[in-house]
Structures are given as structure tokens and as C-alpha cells.
């Protein structure tokens, strides 16, 4: 492999989901409702040290109301499959 092909995968496969994973959090961190402090800093954490803030930030962060009763809502709509072979047949 050539050392341009090195750096392209390079880019392609670690640094773009990087910053896709990046752009997400701080995404995410503007749109929940939260106090201005907790979002300043969240905001500050994750533009200073993006993969470490990103990261800290996806496993501190803790789902809304929201997103538990829609969570709740698909688990008791979704039947549970029960898997059949062919032997009773």
C-alpha cells in the first residue's frame, strides 16, 4: 500500500465517523432542554477535547421522559417472536 492510500483510509475510517459522532453530540447537547450552564459547559467540554468530550458526553448523557415512554411504547407494541422449526410438522 502507498503511503496516499494510508492516509486516505486513515480519513475515511477513523477521522469522518469521528466527526460525525461529534457533530451528533453537539447536536444533541443543543436540542435536549437543559439549564444554559449544563449546555455552556457540555458545549465547551466537547468543542475542547472533541473525541474525549464527545465521548464522556454519550456516556454521562441520560435519555429524557421522551425518550423512555417512546422506548416503553415500541417495546410493548413489538409481539415477541417465538422461533418454530420444522420438526412438529
Known amino acids: 500500500m502507498t503511503v496516499l492510500a494510508v492516509s486516505i483510509a486513515?480519513?475515511?475510517?477513523?477521522?469522518?465517523?469521528l466527526v460525525i459522532i461529534w457533530a451528533l453530540g453537539?447536536?444533541?447537547i443543543l436540542r435536549t432542554h437543559r439549564s444554559r450552564s449544563t449546555t455552556a459547559a457540555w458545549l465547551?467540554?466537547?468543542?475542547?477535547?472533541p473525541v474525549l468530550g464527545?465521548?464522556?458526553y454519550?456516556?454521562?448523557r441520560k435519555p429524557s421522559?421522551?425518550?423512555?415512554m417512546r422506548a416503553r411504547q415500541v417495546a410493548t407494541?413489538?409481539?415477541?417472536?417465538?422461533?418454530?422449526?420444522g420438526a412438529g410438522r
Open 10 to 17: 486513515g480519513w475515511t475510517f477513523i477521522v469522518v465517523p
Open 26 to 28: 453537539v447536536f444533541d
Open 44 to 49: 465547551l467540554i466537547v468543542i475542547l477535547l
Open 54 to 56: 464527545s465521548l464522556a
Open 58 to 60: 454519550w456516556i454521562l
Open 65 to 68: 421522559e421522551k425518550e423512555i
Open 77 to 85: 407494541e413489538q409481539p415477541e417472536r417465538t422461533w418454530q422449526t
